[in-house]
């Protein structure tokens, strides 16, 4: 059984910094695309940035020049650095993974890490 785990989150003051980070575990062939949504109270779940396994990169634009997508395919894991934390990025951010797990091929989500940007 293949699951997502996510953790970084907190409390941070607006202009500051978090990176998030999402490990995939259990019996995995190849991850190809890794991506990260959030959800804020009240509003449907968007995303914010995607990756695929050869590293290649897509924004939001709310997030463009603050967020960095990344990923390490060897251990399966990838961030999201978080710079310049405005108060609306508060949100509940979900990692998600497109995993062959070598019975399947499906789409994993994370339980969701909480981001709260507040003085």
């Known amino acids: 059984q293949v699951q997502l785990v996510e953790s970084g989150g907190g409390l941070v003051q607006p202009g500051g910094s978090l990176t998030l980070s999402c490990a995939a575990y259990?019996?995995?062939?190849?991850?190809?695309?890794m991506r990260w949504y959030r959800q804020a109270p009240g509003k449907e779940r968007e995303m914010v940035a995607t990756?695929?396994?050869?590293?290649?990169?897509n924004y939001a634009d709310f997030v463009k020049g603050r967020f960095t997508i990344s990923r390490d395919n060897a251990k399966n894991t990838v961030h999201l650095q978080m710079n310049n934390l405005k108060p609306e990025d508060t949100a509940v951010y979900y990692c998600?993974?497109?995993?062959?797990?070598?019975?399947?091929?499906?789409?994993?989500w994370g339980q969701g890490t909480q981001v709260t940007v507040s003085s």
């Open positions: 998600g993974a497109d995993i062959d797990s070598y019975n399947d091929y499906l789409d994993y």
């Open positions: 990756i695929t396994h050869g590293g290649s990169t």
């Open positions: 259990g019996i995995i062939a190849r991850i190809t695309a």
